[in-house]
């Protein structure tokens, strides 16, 4: 059950973008588990990707196709095609090929993404067969069914609109992910596609996205563990009437601050969903001498087993916290000047337990269902805020019984 009571928005439709699902029955056949997205001939696209070495083959591929102008997105669920050698890359890229022989478009135009079970051989027989009914299904308002087609583990479809004013022009951006567990990005997110109308070039889009990025999907983490597979992609078909978006302008501004409140949306909706997840936890890190300690803190206090379950717990125990600050690699902490809340209880001052702090007022807030740690190190004027979530038993549970 997820933290909240997310629910899936209206998501218009975006003119020059259509998508398609079906059910390819590539793990189940319960519900649609293959998606297409096709852009008009002429629209940008922007991708960021996993860090991990071990990356899917579906990931490389899509790393050599992106300069070649993409028009098509292939996303299949159910499996990861990830450690599966020089067969896995053959199959990505053959599903690629059988995509450009459907549309009459170039495979190096086909952006292909997997997730799911890692280490089994992608059934190339079954997503080939499914591509025709995809590409009848293609529209314009498929968007609820595209989160839907994209779910793992996932307990609910994730989606975010927005809408902008350039000039007295109305840019649409829409964004969909997947992601519920072995989240900590490092680049993107398990997931992540976005469309919007908007005119602008591939290199402004590519920048523009990872700088989203950094400050979105690479501020959580539900586990500390980077999938093989991640990925957040732009697709841009520059359909609008509105003139193009330039660099260092004020329509980039406004438009770069409504892809970044996406990216952070959705962003957030992963941690609400988060495998087993019964808790939002938002730690802020303030008073830092620059971003990389703040975001260290941060996730040291996220990653932390013995926080995250004392979270679980509702178990005011302050010093997991405490000592996970103090382990986090800072040189030259100042152990007087830290101080640690809870929500707005202070915890920690001056080097111990606030002497004004209560385990009345400590209970009191972690008996909530979403809460903030601030962490105020004394070294600077950096903020940094990274989102995480509780461990329950059922991540454990969902995590054993993965592939059963």
Same mark, same amino acid.
């Given at each position: ?26 793990? @189940? ?15 940008? #696209?922007? =991708? ?7 990356? *899917? ?10 300069? @070649? ?21 053959? $199959? ?15 495979? *190096? ?7 799911? &079970?890692?280490?089994? =051989? ?97 501020? !959580?983490?539900?586990?500390? +563990? ?5 990925? #957040? ?14 660099? $260092?302008?004020? +329509? ?10 996406? #990216? @952070?949306?959705?962003?957030?909706? !992963? ?25 260290? &803190?941060? %996730? ?7 926080? %995250? ?18 382990? *986090? ?10 101080? !640690?809340?809870?929500?707005?209880? #202070? ?28 962490? %105020? ?19 454990? %549970?969902?995590? *054993?019984?993965?592939?059963?």
């Amino acid at each position: 059950m997820a933290v909240g009571q997310p629910h899936f928005p209206l998501m218009p439709p975006i003119s020059g973008v259509q998508l398609g699902t079906s059910c390819a029955g590539i793990k @189940q056949t319960l519900r649609d588990d293959l998606l297409i997205f096709e852009a008009n001939e002429g629209a940008t #696209c922007a =991708a960021v990707f996993t860090q991990n070495a071990f990356c *899917a083959a579906p990931v490389i591929v899509a790393k050599n196709h992106l300069p @070649q102008s993409p028009r098509w997105l292939l996303i299949n669920s159910g499996n990861a095609n990830a450690g599966t050698g020089e067969q896995g890359m053959r $199959d990505a890229m053959q599903t690629c090929q059988d995509l450009a022989n459907m549309t009459g478009g170039n495979m *190096a135009q086909v952006l292909p993404f997997s997730t799911g &079970v890692i280490g089994q =051989a992608l059934p190339i027989d079954k997503i080939t067969s499914a591509l025709p009914s995809t590409l009848m299904n293609l529209t314009e308002d498929n968007w609820q069914k595209a989160a839907l087609a994209i779910m793992t583990t996932d307990t609910f479809p994730k989606g975010i609109s927005k809408t902008i004013d350039l000039n007295g022009h109305k840019i649409t951006i829409n964004g969909i992910s997947k992601g519920a567990g072995m989240i900590q990005p490092n680049m993107a997110t398990m997931l992540g596609f976005i469309a919007t109308d908007a005119k602008i070039s591939h290199d402004l889009l590519q920048n523009c996205l990872m700088d989203a990025t950094e400050l979105s999907f690479n501020r !959580i983490t539900v586990d500390g +563990d980077t999938s093989t597979n991640d990925a #957040c992609v732009i697709l841009a078909s520059g359909a609008t009437h509105a003139p193009e978006i330039l660099e $260092d302008t004020y +329509d980039y501004d406004i438009f770069y601050e409504a892809i970044l409140e996406v #990216c @952070q949306e959705l962003a957030e909706l !992963i941690i609400r969903d988060g495998e087993g997840a019964t808790k939002l936890i938002r730690i802020e890190v303030s008073e830092a001498a620059n971003i990389q300690e703040a975001v260290q &803190v941060a %996730k040291t206090i996220a990653h932390s087993p013995l926080v %995250k379950t004392a979270f679980f717990a509702s178990d005011p125990n302050w010093g997991r916290i405490l000592a996970a600050v103090g382990r *986090a690699g800072v040189v030259n902490m100042n152990l007087e000047a830290i101080r !640690i809340y809870l929500d707005d209880v #202070c915890i920690v001052r001056e080097g111990g337990r606030a002497n004004d702090y209560t385990e009345e007022a400590g209970q009191a807030v972690m008996d909530q269902t979403e809460i903030k740690i601030s962490v %105020k190190l004394g070294r600077g004027s950096i903020t940094q805020t990274v989102l995480t979530c509780d461990f329950s038993y059922d991540y454990v %549970k969902i995590n *054993a019984e993965y592939r059963t």
